[in-house]
């Protein structure tokens, strides 16, 4: 009886994780929503914005053999550093379950504000200069170089383009100063 | 009797209108004069409106050729522009960034060409010529938008389009039909489609931009002629050459504003304002994305329609054009005084409601909801 | 005014000398730029390949949007889910007969299904798919909530026109027709279905009750 019960209890648990492996996290959404205060999808992580169900590309309905393949290579992605290529998750998605590991990921979704200290400062998809875990902080897309948050884009080219920036603010400086002269010149020929 | 008069009145006002005998260099550019007083500043707005419009038509230009306007390649040949083609991102930033900072100096030129009446005789064609300037940026700005063919840009022509549509409840029987016709014409199929997309893109790069050119050129040509309107009550006499004192100082504004914009739109993608998945190509079988809104410009009429009931909202759109059409005749005994305090009215109406339009929205629908 | 001839040329040459300066480097600049944009684009062989992928993902969309156009054209009955595949709470998209996009649900009172247009009424934007806790679905764009029992948008909301009903037929596997619902009337049972072998039978929305064919908007 023990054991049946014991049984039954395991086998509840792996059904727990097994679905829960199969959906999406909402909670990292969710949380990215309300700390932003910006909109955010699941196209965040996964490959469509709809989420991992249905039968649009990038979809479960939608998998070929080989996909379906590499899905259940990644959902037997517990640990760390399973370099799992899941085709329901974007670049993103899949660097997380790489970093983390799913079982992490799972028991992070109590507190997704970890998430950024998990990643790294170093990992930065788009490299746009905002890092993965800030740009999920932000709500704005880790693997698009003209989604973040515009303040911060502003600073991090600033510093990536300056060459670019001295260059035009020298033309602005020299045509001022032209035309500073060329006034003074001309109320003087008057 | 009566017909030869009526004749000679329009003759008469044309050609006060359109003073042919001034066609001259020495009246249209050694002896003209700009004002000097308070308000110079406005005579600023004018010609940096010419200057992001310039900037328009050159990046807009280069945009063209890699821009593919089919559903399936608009987004993708967009994403290609930004994301792989040399200073792609530079060019496409700059046309959007330019498009709302033209948009911002047209509102305020008008705003201040109202308030210094300076529409009044003889220059009610200018500013005639100016109210449909603005119509068809506004018509540049709309066509546009769904040019990229993304969820925001698609989504928010949909909303749009569908406006017409709903003026079709007021009106009688078979008249009712009417708007929802105007809608498809506009639209060239029963929904927004390839031939919207068709529609628009030529709308965008050759009907609007033709016209525009044409107008353009007369409202510029008018205003040489009949020199910058005195624009105050109290003239202070002063003045300064056209040429080349107003022209140095014009250029030496145009010079740094477009450093201005030009490191903006090289520093802050314009995207970085949109929630990304606005960004995404539209998806004709998907649900739509909350948080579809239009340009900032069109929020002046946007968030009323959201909030008051449609009639209310067409019917003050339709008596704003009319006034602003008619306001060289509305206006013409008002004091400057009373025109600046209904420009300000206007203004603080339009700013208010473009910046704290949200707020404004979140505060009333979150009492309803 | 006191002129002084130099101090005049002097203002000359500097402000002309700058103007040239700076006309030369915004030239030049902007020429450069124009080079690089106008030589194409610069992709690696990955991003290349990654970029082809993600064209031909979307062209397939649009094919696959033709198709369904096609087929909507040509069929008389066009599948939409099989029973056991419909859920009480969260909507089924397809696209019916004039193109729109649609949600099938199935009902939580008697276990059949319901289909019902997802164009808001309002202002066209597609309604979401989930159901909330008064059965209710919501067009994001201007918070409408529409019942999908009745249709009719929640009191107040801006939307003001019900989202109409779409008919539909169940057919069995082989291919019979066991019951069936015109928009406007009441469901007609062809004969009884087993509820408790719903994977036998399949949606199907029919030419006959689009809304062209019922004489609906």
Excluded at chain 1, 74 to 84: F, S
Excluded at chain 1, 120 to 146: A, K, R, V, Y
Aim: some cysteine.
């Amino acid at each position: 009886m023990k054991k049946a019960s014991c049984a039954f209890i395991l086998f509840l648990l792996l059904a727990m994780t097994s679905s829960n492996n199969a959906n999406a996290f909402p909670e990292y959404q969710a949380w990215s929503q309300k700390h932003s205060k910006r909109t955010v999808n699941c196209a965040m992580c996964h490959a469509h914005g709809d989420g991992p169900e249905g039968s649009k590309p990038g979809q479960m309905d939608t998998l070929d053999a080989d996909a379906q393949k590499r899905l259940e290579v990644a959902r037997g992605a517990e640990k760390p550093g399973v370099h799992a290529d899941n085709p329901i998750l974007n670049e993103f998605g899949n660097y997380i379950v790489f970093k983390l590991g799913l079982e992490q990921v799972y028991k992070m979704r109590d507190d997704p504000s970890q998430l950024k200290q998990a990643l790294g400062e170093e990992s930065d998809h788009d490299g746009d200069g905002i890092s993965d875990g800030e740009e999920f902080e932000d709500g704005t897309h880790p693997l698009n170089n003209q989604s973040g948050a515009p303040w911060k884009l502003f600073i991090q080219n600033l510093q990536k383009k300056w060459v670019m920036v001295a260059i035009i603010l020298f033309i602005a400086i020299t045509s001022l100063f032209g035309f500073k002269h060329l006034l003074r010149y001309s109320s003087k020929v008057d | 009797m009566v017909k030869s008069n009526f004749f000679k009145q329009c003759l008469e006002f044309v050609s006060e209108r359109i003073p042919v005998e001034k066609i001259s260099y020495e009246a249209m550019v050694q002896k003209k004069s700009v004002p000097h007083h308070k308000m110079s500043w406005a005579y600023y707005l004018g010609g940096l409106t010419l200057l992001f419009l310039s900037i328009q038509f050159i990046t807009g230009i280069l945009l063209l050729f890699y821009y593919q306007a089919t559903v399936s390649d608009a987004h993708s040949s967009v994403e290609h522009i930004t994301q792989y083609v040399g200073g792609g991102d530079l060019i496409r930033n700059l046309h959007a960034w330019s498009s709302s900072l033209m948009i911002l100096c047209l509102i305020l030129h008008m705003m201040t060409t109202f308030a210094m009446k300076a529409f009044q005789r003889p220059r009610e064609l200018t500013w005639i010529t100016g109210v449909v300037l603005l119509l068809l940026t506004f018509a540049l700005g709309f066509s546009g938008y769904l040019l990229p063919w993304h969820q925001i840009g698609v989504n928010a022509t949909k909303v749009g389009l569908q406006s017409i549509e709903l003026i079709g409840a007021y009106l009688p029987g078979e008249l009712a039909l009417l708007p929802t016709k105007i809608k498809e014409i506009i639209q060239g199929d029963s929904m927004v489609e390839q031939a919207t997309l068709s529609r628009f893109f030529a709308l965008h790069v050759v009907v609007c931009p033709i016209l525009l050119l044409g107008i353009l050129g007369f409202h510029l040509f008018s205003i040489q002629l009949h020199g910058m309107s005195e624009g105050v009550d109290h003239p202070t006499g002063k003045s300064e050459k056209f040429f080349p004192t107003f022209i140095l100082k014009d250029l030496r504004v145009w010079s740094v504003v477009f450093c201005a914009a030009f490191i903006t739109a090289l520093c802050i993608p314009f995207d970085s304002f949109s929630p990304f998945p606005l960004l995404a190509p539209y998806d004709a079988l998907g649900s739509t994305p909350p948080g579809i809104k239009p340009e900032w410009y069109f929020f002046f009429i946007y968030y009323p329609l959201e909030l008051l009931p449609f009639w209310l909202i067409a019917l003050l759109q339709n008596l704003l054009l009319a006034i602003l059409f008619l306001a060289p005749w509305i206006f013409k005994n008002t004091s400057r005084k009373a025109l600046f305090l209904i420009t300000l009215v206007a203004a603080i109406y339009f700013f208010g409601i473009t910046i704290f339009g949200q707020d404004l929205y979140n505060l009333i629908m979150g009492v309803h909801s | 005014m006191e002129t002084d001839p130099l101090q005049t040329r002097k203002h000359f040459i500097l402000g002309f000398g700058a103007l040239l300066l700076s006309g030369l480097a915004l030239s030049s600049t902007l020429f450069a730029k124009l080079v690089s944009y106008l030589s194409g684009d610069r992709m690696s062989q990955i991003d290349r390949t990654l970029f082809l992928k993600t064209k031909l993902s979307r062209m397939d969309q649009t094919a696959s949007e033709r198709k369904l156009e096609l087929e909507r054209k040509s069929s008389e009955y066009i599948f939409i889910a099989k029973m056991s595949d419909l859920l009480a709470t969260k909507g089924k998209y397809f696209i019916d007969y004039e193109m729109r996009p649609a949600l099938a649900f199935q009902s939580s009172e008697d276990g059949l299904p319901i289909l019902i247009s997802a164009k808001c009424t309002h202002l066209g934007c597609t309604v979401g798919a989930d159901l909330d806790e008064n059965s209710r679905i919501l067009c994001p764009c201007h918070v409408s909530y529409f019942d999908i029992k009745s249709g009719m948008p929640h009191a107040g909301s801006p939307a003001k026109a019900p989202l109409p009903h779409i008919g539909w037929v169940i057919m069995d596997k082989q291919s019979k027709i066991v019951a069936s619902k015109h928009p406007k009337r009441e469901v007609e049972i062809v004969e009884k279905l087993d509820m408790d072998s719903l994977d036998h039978y399949s949606i199907y929305i029919a030419k006959k009750f689009a809304s062209k064919a019922t004489g609906e908007a």
